[in-house]
């Protein structure tokens, strides 16, 4: 990775961190390791030792506390390798229903790593204790109360196993998996810094050197750093032009950055600009909302495919994305322009659009679903739904065009029933976009085109309307 600001540094730490299997097992593991130390070799061992009257502490003498020991530690580590097996089934089920995307929801789950970390806690807790026992300690010298604790840590992870294999259950259900994805796509929109209204601006800075930067790495683009680069652009009256954005994939020479500057910059300005750019092999939901977006299209693409040919599970993904889109419709476009202190424009970013994003979450989907007549009306209600509520001409303008082609597909349907509700569903749905005489939306007096066959075999079409 080449050197970037402190700021992308931290993110990508951060990052790498929250999709790290190992993390938190490993800081409870060291956590646990303290615990032991603590109870075996501190005064906190006196201080505990007229607890061992009680009925639930341990009370044997060292060669059964070495026996016990050994047999709990012996099943936690067969405990953990049968988790280990159960979570690598539920992983290659997921990666070939779902998606293998997804297995990165999975691993980064706190539940999952949680309880992982508990038995590996566990393991280091009790083997800690054992070692620390001889046969020949007499019994004031036995630790009564930490081998009491590495029972209860057993125990812990008992439960725990019932948990997890709940969790884990329930994680290769489609409705499961959607959900959690819908979320992470949610709250990646709420993240989404929003822009200025239209008529705000500042103005452009004028220069006489021009020319364009590349980046000298290949990858896919990650985060982009838009603060360090307004203030670098700010430091040395710049304006630059980023025509990539989080999502891309940039080829290492290809010039996608534009500079406009009074004069030449000096040699380390290039450098800094790279180093806003954070650069991976793999995409990250962080400033990529179509990533997020495309997670939820790939569940229903292969719910779609010949080999699955789960209807419902791409209905129900069509219904999260319609939510996804609502809530974007309600949220002011991405900032296109960051301005300096003065009000200055410094860099025009390559953002996201509500266009894009429609067409991200629907167009792949309409395209696998042209001979699934359920779906296509599912797409069509949901897209209705949101005309009904889009707040910008835009937005509009954007969802119809996307029932107009829903309703061009009704004539490649052979079933004339087929071909009738489909279209009557879709008119439905086109009548929300129908202005009345004050400018609202309302139903319009659209009607079915008229199918003959359909007229023939189903005279009364009354219980239609």
């Not at 003498?61 to 012996?74: E, N």
């Not at 406009?260 to 400033?287: H, K, S, W």
């Not at 419902?312 to 322009?337: Q, S």
């Amino acid at each position: 990775m080449e050197s970037c600001t402190d700021v992308t540094r931290l993110w990508t730490m951060l990052a790498w961190l929250r999709t790290s299997l190992w993390m938190i097992p490993a800081l409870m593991g060291g956590v646990a390791a303290i615990i032991a130390y603590v109870m075996l070799f501190s005064n906190l061992q006196i201080a505990l030792a007229p607890l061992r009257d009680q009925w639930w502490v341990f009370s044997g003498d060292a060669s059964t506390a070495r026996d016990l020991l050994s047999t709990l530690l012996s099943g936690m580590i067969t405990m953990t390798s049968l988790v280990v097996s159960i979570t690598m089934v539920v992983l290659s089920l997921a990666a070939g229903q779902l998606g293998p995307r997804l297995i990165w929801t999975f691993i980064g789950d706190r539940q999952i790593q949680s309880v992982i970390g508990l038995f590996v806690a566990t393991i280091l807790y009790t083997l800690i204790v054992l070692r620390s026992i001889d046969s020949e300690l007499g019994p004031d010298h036995v630790p009564h109360v930490a081998i009491t604790l590495a029972s209860v840590l057993v125990v812990v992870c008992l439960l725990a196993l019932l948990f997890y294999i709940h969790k884990l259950a329930r994680s290769i259900i489609s409705d499961t998996m959607i959900d959690v994805v819908a979320r992470n796509l949610e709250h990646a929109i709420e993240k989404t810094p929003e822009g200025r209204p239209p008529t705000i601006g500042g103005p452009l800075p004028s220069g006489a050197v021009e020319r364009t930067l590349a980046l000298d790495v290949s990858g896919y683009v990650q985060m982009i750093d838009y603060a360090a680069l307004c203030k670098l652009a700010a430091r040395h009256d710049a304006l630059l032009t980023v025509r990539i954005r989080a999502g891309h994939y940039v080829v290492r020479g290809r010039a996608c950055i534009g500079v406009l500057a009074p004069t030449a910059p000096p040699e380390t300005f290039d450098d800094a600009v790279r180093a806003a750019f954070v650069i991976g092999a793999d995409r990250t939901p962080d400033q990529d909302l179509e990533y997020a977006v495309r997670q939820l299209v790939e569940i229903a693409l292969r719910a779609l495919s010949p080999s699955m040919n789960d209807t419902f599970t791409a209905i129900t993904v069509v219904d999260r994305l319609a939510g996804a889109i609502e809530r974007l419709g309600r949220r002011a476009p991405p900032p296109a322009e960051y301005l300096d202190a003065g009000g200055t424009v410094r860099v025009i970013a390559d953002v996201s659009t509500y266009n894009g994003l429609v067409d991200a979450a629907f167009i792949q989907i309409r395209q696998s679903a042209e001979d699934n007549p359920a779906l296509l009306m599912q797409l069509a209600r949901r897209l209705g739904d949101l005309v009904a509520v889009a707040r910008t001409e835009e937005q509009t303008a954007a969802l119809t065009r996307h029932l107009e082609i829903v309703r061009r597909l009704v004539p490649e349907f052979d079933e004339p029933t087929d071909r009738h509700d489909l279209a009557r569903v879709t008119v439905a749905a086109l009548q929300q976009t129908e202005p009345d005489d004050d400018g609202e939306r309302r139903a319009g007096s659209h009607e079915p085109e008229a199918d003959p066959i359909y007229d023939r075999r189903c005279p009364d079409r009354s219980l239609d309307r």
